[in-house]
T-cell receptor
């Protein structure tokens, strides 16, 4: 079974530029998550999709971050314009969901995209 | 608000020695509990999880964790460490509801010396 795919693996940009990340979840997984992992910290959930609808985007900085999951499969996360503090690893995860209690759903993570903003 | 604390930022252990990683949580009710491992350049891999029942949970790669409600802890253990266990380990909690959101600790980096 193929895992969660992410691209690119690394990206270096200047501040105020825009950047986009792509995620392809495990086939058949209904729920998709984007996390931000700043160096020295644990991952922080940015947005959660169930199929092509947003379940939770309360921690997404909507003035500069956007995400979409058209057709309920692949997803893109965009930052425009980027700031220095956006330097982090962006992780995508997917889970089979929905289940009666979504918390029991195991999340499977991709390798991440390491973003450096100069 | 919920929080997860991993008191040890970095642990060094000799190959073949035992390993214990600490995790404490602050939560309104007993949450679901998870341990993930992240090798360099890799995504997070689930080691084990606790939902209910036996408080000693067995996971992959020879890891186990014990849930102690009275101490709000979920410590991870391995009796004999292999060099391939060098990685970063994250404890995470999730609520017992459909309002699902994993909260992660800051992680513990494990170095294995020969």
């Amino acid at each position: 079974e193929a895992g969660v795919a992410q691209s690119p693996r690394y990206k270096i940009i200047e501040k105020r530029q825009s950047v986009a990340f792509w995620c392809n979840p495990i086939s058949g997984h209904a729920t998709l998550y984007w996390y931000q992992q700043i160096l020295g910290q644990g991952p922080k959930l940015l947005i959660q999709f169930q199929n092509n609808g947003v379940v939770d985007d309360s921690q997404l900085p909507k003035d500069r971050f956007s995400a979409e999951r058209l057709k309920g499969v692949d997803s893109t996360l965009k930052i425009q314009p980027a700031k220095l503090e956006d330097s982090a690893v962006y992780l995508c995860a997917s889970s089979p969901g929905p289940t009666k209690t979504t918390s029991t759903d195991t999340q499977y993570f991709g390798p991440g995209t390491r973003l450096t903003v100069l | 608000a919920q929080s997860v604390t991993q008191p040890d930022i970095h642990i060094t252990v000799s190959e073949g020695a035992s390993l214990e990683l600490r995790c404490n949580y602050s939560y309104g009710a007993t949450p679901y509990l998870f341990w993930y491992v992240q090798s360099p350049g890799q995504g997070l891999q689930l080691l084990l999880k606790y939902f209910s029942g036996d408080t000693l949970v067995q996971g992959i790669k020879g890891f186990e964790a014990e849930f102690k409600r009275s101490q709000s802890s979920f410590n991870l253990r391995k009796p004999s460490v292999h060099w391939s266990d060098a990685a970063e380990y994250f404890c995470a909690v999730g609520p017992r509801s459909n309002d699902y959101k994993l909260s992660f600790g800051a992680g513990t980096t494990v170095t294995v010396r020969a």
